[in-house]
């Protein structure tokens, strides 16, 4: 509550009393300043005409500063009271502007529903810091399984493969083996060579070592070898600098599954011959794109509409989101371009080896 009259500002407080809120006095605009900038404040009722600093310049510095440019700001005025003042202050960011004398009962009713909606706004934004936070441990836990997945493919199935060659192997090594005998036991090998190779490559997608091992460029290399050979779409890699660092594991993961995300939708959806993943380090930042030359994408998707955009876009939106970066989609017609910035300041360090209501 901001007047340089006092009996106003006791007037103020007894109307607003019952609604049971944090009531602060203000006997100027620099001691509101000085409030807002130490204190959480829903609703600002201020009066227009006060010496030095007065209510419409005192909302002009209010919606300056980033944190109150959605503070409610009630004016109250005995003096300012025509069409063209009003207008004044709506266009400085009031929500209302009442004049003297001020209905006590209209007062507590304009300022309960905006303090009521402060306290919305606040519950939303900490549903929304929880969600986050589920979201982050949801895909630390996606990424946990796949690593799991793939140690037991390899150390099971794998095994277990292994295992039926060398006694395959061994049948047509037996000393006069018939024809037939020898001719089963090597196609039978032949098939087991297949399912080894296929547990391989699984397991390998499923959390690529080389991404543990010697970093994302690497493994990116591997993978995009791997997808040619699959797909049949020919890739192509660009990364700068040529030395390409490494970063924080999380990073690096959230890095190689956008990527890995990205091309699986040319191979499902894009009807593409050719593609290209590019990477580069700048001073504060990864920049990622995926270029095709398919079909391209629809101006919903291009969007990121939420009700046109599948899993793959959205776990691909969720991990950039994470990481405090900004995902965009568009058409190159041809084509369709993935384009992925990360700031590297908020993101991760460089990579180091793991050692042995108010009112």
């Known amino acids: 509550m901001v007047d340089d009259q006092l009996a106003k500002l006791i007037s103020y407080e007894a109307i607003l009393h019952e609604l049971g809120d944090n009531l602060i006095r203000a006997n100027s605009g620099r001691d509101a300043l000085e409030i807002l900038l130490k204190t959480d404040v829903a609703v600002v009722l201020m009066d ?43 266009e400085r960011g009031a929500v ?37 936070k589920l ?23 794998g095994q277990e493969l292994s295992a039926a060659k060398m006694m395959s192997d061994g049948i047509a090594m037996q000393r006069r083996p018939t024809e037939s005998v020898r001719q089963t036991a090597a196609e039978v090998s032949v098939v087991i060579d297949r399912a080894i190779q296929q547990v391989r490559s699984i397991s390998h997608l499923l959390h690529p070592p080389l991404l543990d091992e010697v970093g994302l460029h690497s493994a990116l290399q591997w993978y995009l070898e791997g997808f040619t050979k699959r797909s049949g779409i020919q890739i192509s890699l660009g990364v700068q600098p040529h030395d ?12 190689f599954r956008i990527i890995q995300e990205a091309l699986t939708n ?12 590019n990477i580069a380090k700048e001073d ?39 990481l405090g970066g900004e995902l965009r989609l568009r058409n190159t017609r041809p084509g369709t371009l993935v384009g992925v910035t990360i700031p590297i300041g908020s993101v991760a360090i460089e990579y180091q080896p793991v050692q042995t209501t108010n009112l």
């Open 48 to 90: 227009v005409s006060m010496p030095e600093l007065d209510g419409f310049e005192l909302a002009d510095m209010i919606r300056q500063h980033p944190r109150f440019q959605k503070t409610a700001i009630i004016f109250i005025s005995a003096v300012h009271l025509t069409d063209l003042d009003r207008l004044k202050g709506y």
């Open 96 to 132: 209302d502007y009442i004049s003297v004398p001020v209905n006590p009962e209209l007062l507590r009713a304009k300022v309960s529903v905006f303090a009521e909606l402060h306290r919305k706004s606040q519950q939303l934004e900490m549903l929304n810091g929880e969600l986050r």
């Open 135 to 157: 979201s982050s441990r949801l895909i630390a836990t996606q990424d946990e399984e796949r690593r799991r997945i793939a140690r037991e493919l390899h150390d099971g199935l």
């Open 244 to 255: 390409f660092p490494r970063f924080a594991p999380e990073a690096e993961r959230a890095v």
């Open 266 to 277: 040319v191979f499902r959806h894009s009807e593409a011959h050719t593609a290209r993943v």
């Open 284 to 322: 504060h930042q990864v920049t990622v794109t995926v270029s095709d030359d398919g079909k391209g994408i629809s101006d919903p998707i291009a969007g990121l509409r939420p009700d046109s955009i599948g899993i793959g876009i959205s776990s691909m939106k969720q991990r950039v989101k994470e």
